[in-house]
C-alpha cells in the first residue's frame, strides 16, 4: 500500500484534522471528506444523553458529547470497522437497511442481481398473476423463501419492488445465526408492506430428521403455511479457505462474520483431489444441499443463488444442470440488465447462456412455468 504524501496530509489537516486517520482507511481525500460528513450526520442525529456537569435545562453538553463521540467513531474507522457497522444502516436497492456487527453486510452486487430478477418477474407480472390465480385462487400470494437470509435484504427487496406489479409476497427467510434472524425480523418489521406476510426464523439447512420422515426445514415450513414455495433465493456462504486467506478485505476478515462467508467444512465432501480443488469444494459446500433441497423438499419454478466468481458459477451451474431437473440454466455476470451482447459458456456438455460482463455473480434456473414468469 503506498504511503500517503505529506502535501496530501498537510491539505487535509487544514480542512480539518479528522481527516487524517480517515485517510489510512480511505485512502484518497475526496472518500475521506465524504465518510467524515456521513458520520458528522450520523452523530447529529443522535439523542444527546443528561450530563451531570450542565448548567442548561435540558442537562446536556450537546457540543462536547458530539465531538467526543464523533472522535471515537473516526478512531474505530481508522482502524478498519466497516462504515456501515458505524452507521448502523446500508443501502440495498432502495431500501435503507438496520445493520451490525455480526451480520454480514449487504452488497450492491447482490442487489443489481436481485433487481435484475424482480425485473424479469414484473415484465411477466400478468402471467405469474394468471398461474398464482389459477393454482391458489384469489388472495393468493407469492411464496418466496430465502435460505441464508442474513440481514433479510434478498427477499424484502423482492418484496419492495413486486408490490409494484400488485403481487402479494409471503416470504420465510432461514438463517443459523441467532443474530442475523433477530436482525432480519427488525428489517422487516419496518419494511415490510401491510398486505405482505413476511417472516424470519432461525434453522440449519443441512439438518436431517432423526426419524428420517420429515426433514426439519419441511416441518418448518408446514408450521408457516408455506408447502408451495413458487421462488428460492439464496446467497450462502461461498468463500474458500484460500480465497478468505489471500484474497478478502483486511476489514471483511477482522470485522465480520466468518460464518456468513467461509461454509462449515463437512467431512463428507473431500474424498480424493488436490489442495485446489478441495478448496474449491469447501467453497461449493452450499450448492449440492441448495440444489437438493430445490429438487426433491421444496421444488420452485424458478431458483437463484449468489456465486463468487465466474469460475463458481460455472461449477454451480454444472450442478444444476447435472441434475436434470430444471429446464434452463444461466449465469449472470455484472449488470445482466444492462448486457449488450450474450455469451455462452460450455457447461456439462451444454451451451450456458452468460448474461452481463464481468465478474460471475449468481446462477439462476428455472422449470415449468418459471421459463414464462422469467420470460426467458
Known sequence: MPRLSY??????????????PLLHTCRSLPSAENELRWLREHVASLNTPRHPLASNASGVLPNAWRRHRLERLVTARSRGTPLQYLLGTEFFGDLELKVRPGVLIPRRETAVAIENLASLLRANGKVLRSYLLEARGDGSRLNILD???????????????MRHVGIPTQILGIDISPKAVALARENGSHVAHVKDICSFDRGDIFAESSTKSTSPLESLLATKQMTNIDILVSNPPYVSPRQYLHHTERSVRNFEPKLALVPVRRSTLWTSGDAEENDNRHGDAFYPRLLQIANTIIKPKVFWCEVGDLAQAERVAAMAVDTAA????????????????VQH??????????VGEGHGRSVICWRDEGRAWLGL
Request: net charge negative; with cysteine.
Open 7 to 20: 502535501e496530501l496530509l498537510h491539505h487535509a489537516r487544514r480542512i480539518d484534522p479528522l481527516l487524517i
Open 147 to 161: 435460505l441464508c437470509t442474513g440481514t433479510g435484504c434478498i427477499p424484502l427487496l423482492l418484496q419492495r419492488l
Open 326 to 341: 430444471w429446464d434452463g440454466v444461466q449465469i449472470w455476470a455484472d449488470e445482466p440488465a444492462f448486457a449488450s451482447t
Open 345 to 354: 459458456k460450455e457447461v456439462s456438455g451444454n451451451a450456458i447462456k452468460l
